[in-house]
């Protein structure tokens, strides 16, 4: 654990993001950062996201009390749907103006319901959407950052080496963006599922794939949607959550959201058939799941 007295950086939940994150900030980060994730509760699991994060080099902590005693900037990255949950336990032990970097993917409402419990605690609550897939870029991958404690946080967001900018000074406004862009970048991976395994099915798949390829030339559409099933078969659960968030937003605004309805659940179908993405083939991925799928 950290020395008592030493502000450090807090990670609620220590998975793809959380792990991404901290592998590339600077050693000095590192060196005073500590990852909590609910895993550590069960025996079975806590193994496994200790000895990530032995490997990357922060501490685990043995609580959430002490991964924020000593915490002046907390990383929120845990599951949509447990998003609120998280900050309504964080909140409990929360440092009076810390600040807490919400960067799940939710609804503009949950949001502003986490930042009410974080600031009736006296932390300072800040909406963090991630704009892009971390594994590449690591710390790098882009962040909207919204909230009356934006511009803070984004200064200290780049002392990490990360790249943050700001999209206003109402909790809710970085992830309405990420909301509602979602509705096109998971609908599509939706859509490539239904068209590509419908067509792989009844045998026409190379003339559809053709078809589309005359009809938009600028995309490489094998790749791409061979990329995009791979998203479904290993992130799926994550995305479904992310896009039931979605729909409650859509509704929030006073619109129907069957597509991100629809979408969630297409995510949720492959994401239940725990296939790793495998070869980068759409044929493959096709006839792994379609297997799985046949009764």
């Not at 020395?3 to 900030?25: D, H, K, N, P, V």
């Not at 002392?159 to 990420?178: D, Y």
């Not at 993405?277 to 009764?295: E, F, K």
Request: charged fraction near 20%.
């Amino acid at each position: 654990m950290k020395e008592s007295g030493q502000a450090g950086i807090a990670l609620l939940g220590f998975g793809e993001a959380g792990r991404a994150f901290a592998r590339g900030w600077p050693d000095g980060a590192r060196a005073k950062a500590v990852a909590y994730d609910i895993k550590f509760e069960d025996a079975a699991l806590r193994g496994e996201v200790a000895g990530a994060c032995g490997r990357i080099g922060i501490d685990a902590a043995e609580s959430l009390p002490a991964a924020l005693q000593t915490a002046s900037h907390v990383f929120s990255l845990v599951t949509a749907d447990r998003a609120q949950e998280a900050a309504s336990q964080a909140a409990g032990f929360i440092r009076p103006a810390a600040y807490f970097l919400d960067c799940n993917s939710c609804s503009p409402a949950t949001k502003k319901a986490s930042q009410a419990a974080i600031e009736k605690a006296g932390g300072r609550y800040v909406d963090v959407a991630i704009m892009a897939p971390v594994a590449p870029a690591l710390h790098r991958t882009p962040l909207l950052v919204s909230g009356p404690h934006a511009g803070q946080a984004c200064a200290w967001l780049e002392t990490l080496g990360m790249r943050p900018s700001p999209a206003g000074t109402e909790v809710g406004q970085a992830s309405a963006i990420k909301m509602l862009r979602s509705v096109m970048i998971k609908g599509l991976e939706a859509l490539t599922a239904e068209c590509m395994l419908a067509a792989r099915r009844a045998g026409v798949e190379e003339a559809v794939l053709a078809s589309l390829q005359a009809s938009d030339p600028g995309w490489d559409w094998p790749g791409r949607l061979a990329y995009n099933l791979e998203r479904m078969m290993v992130h799926g659960e994550r995305r479904a959550a992310e896009m039931e968030e979605v729909a409650s937003t859509i509704t929030e605004l006073g619109l129907p959201s069957r597509m991100a309805s629809a979408t969630a659940a297409w995510q949720r179908e492959l994401a239940a058939l725990r296939l790793e993405g495998g070869p980068n083939s759409l044929a493959d991925r096709a006839d792994r799941i379609l297997r799985r799928l046949d009764p």
